[in-house]
């Protein structure tokens, strides 16, 4: 489960639970059908993907996805779709979902160090942007130190 940040008639966000699929390389979408966050992607494509964060320290860290939202109409990929999200025990009935691509143009994780220092560590893309902000408090960061590595480092 993640959460998907839309954007309301009335320009204020909205914040949803959805179930996340990858396929063909891409990471899809399903909605209820006439759901409040479908209506908000079909007038505004903007969308944030956001992971759940389960732990006070956050050391399994999160991420964040940010991109547009394309709808999927075409028979042959809405199949394709159906049949292999079957594997989360559920099957969208058509053709009463709504189904979306999700076309990422910016990608962020963030994770914490395991020790007690309280550093934080993030890695951007496309930007190719890795960096540490040292905890200087329990409650702030310093600037960002550049870093790489951040994905293997722990």
């Known amino acids: 489960m993640l959460l998907v940040a839309t954007i309301r008639r009335d320009g204020t966000p909205r914040l949803s639970p959805v179930e996340p699929f990858l396929l063909d390389g891409s990471l899809w979408l399903s909605m209820m059908w006439q759901s409040r966050k479908a209506q908000d992607l079909l007038r505004d494509k903007r969308v944030l993907v956001h992971s759940i964060v389960t732990s006070r320290d ?21 199949a394709r779709y159906c049949e292999a999200v079957a594997v989360l ?22 994770r914490y160090a395991p020790d007690e220092s309280g550093d934080q560590f993030v890695t951007r893309w496309p930007d190719g942007v890795e960096f540490v902000r040292r905890a200087t408090s329990p409650t702030s960061l310093g600037a960002a130190e550049p870093i790489p590595g951040t994905f293997t480092d722990y």
């Open 58 to 78: 956050g050391a399994t860290g999160e991420v964040k996805l940010r991109g547009r939202a394309i709808l999927v109409d075409e028979a042959g990929a809405r």
């Open 89 to 110: 025990g559920w099957q969208p009935t058509e053709p009463n979902f709504h189904l979306f691509r999700i076309d990422l143009q910016d990608a962020t994780f963030i």
